[in-house]
């Protein structure tokens, strides 16, 4: 799909994606980046691949469960104060939050990489790992208040290994 450098121009439009997502769909006032680097953190979150004739790559969003109950009631137009989801509602919620997000990742990175296959969502517990072929590129955000992790998770190149 693209080197190792290249994946750099890539999370930025994941970056760019989220944003635009948590302004608009989720309400949040403000999106800011609050750290960049390659260590994948241990939280809660929803992962898509993106499939292309070169290869592929997965994005994701997570948090802690509260970070993820709020990213929920966000998508759903609920306010902090309303009662906590039940975590079935929120993984499914996660899930949809990175199925638009990919939509708009996807249109982004159209120059770059066609055609590109949306895989399906999948919530997981836990972190990705870096292996000896498949590196993680995370941007550490906040929407309003909420921490979050972005990720772009794609193979390593030959000088990478």
């Given amino acids: 799909m693209t080197s190792a450098n ?3 121009g890539w999370m930025g439009d994941l970056e760019a994606s ?4 948590a302004r608009s769909a989720l309400g949040f006032g403000e999106f800011a980046v609050t750290g960049r680097h390659e260590a994948p953190p241990s939280l809660h979150g929803a992962y898509l691949g993106l499939i292309g004739p070169t290869g592929a ?11 993820c109950q709020a990213l929920a009631k966000g998508l759903m137009g609920m306010t902090p104060a309303d009662a ?4 079935a509602e929120v993984a499914d919620a996660v899930c949809e939050i990175i199925n638009i997000v990919a939509g708009a990742f996807k249109g982004r990175v159209r120059d770059r990489a066609t055609p590109l ?3 399906l969502p999948v919530f997981i517990h836990g972190k990705v790992q870096s292996t000896e072929h498949l590196a993680v590129l995370v941007t550490e955000v906040r929407f309003g208040s909420v921490p979050a992790a972005l990720l772009l998770v794609h193979p390593r190149s030959a000088q990478e290994a």
């Fill in 84 to 87: 906590a989801l039940p975590e």
């Fill in 117 to 119: 296959q949306l895989g």
């Fill in 6 to 8: 290249g994946f750099a």
């Fill in 18 to 21: 989220f944003d635009e997502m």
């Fill in 57 to 67: 790559v997965q994005i994701g969003v997570a948090s802690d469960e509260l970070g």
